[in-house]
């Protein structure tokens, strides 16, 4: 069960957080973009934006289920042992 534990408290360490000013930045060149692209450029560009979106979103899904299983390995671990009590009270 440590181990397990010890997965789950160091799970997140490589997470970075999502930088407010880098999402600006990011929205103002691609506003320049837009701005500079022809019709058909805006579409490829477009089609280029929709298939970012999926693969996030596939990432996104990935990331929720490998959290999901982890939890509950985590659920079934902690419930191999009948007195449990002693674990609740140390994360206390």
Same mark, same amino acid.
């Given at each position: 069960m440590k181990n397990i534990i010890e997965e789950l408290y160091h799970a997140f360490e $490589? *997470? =970075?957080p999502i930088n407010s000013c880098e999402?600006? +930045? *990011?929205? /103002?060149i691609e506003d320049k973009l837009w701005n500079v692209l022809? /019709? +058909? %450029?805006k579409r490829?560009?477009?089609d280029y934006q929709d298939a970012r979106i999926i693969i996030e $979103? %596939?990432? *996104? /899904?990935r990331d929720f289920w490998s959290g999901f299983c982890l939890?509950?390995?985590l659920m079934t671990e902690v419930a191999k042992y009948p007195? =449990? =009590?002693?674990?609740s009270r140390s994360f206390r």
């Open positions: $490589d *997470a =970075s999402q600006q +930045k *990011a929205n /103002k022809g /019709k +058909k %450029e490829l560009f477009s $979103d %596939e990432y *996104a /899904k939890g509950c390995r007195d =449990s =009590s002693h674990i």
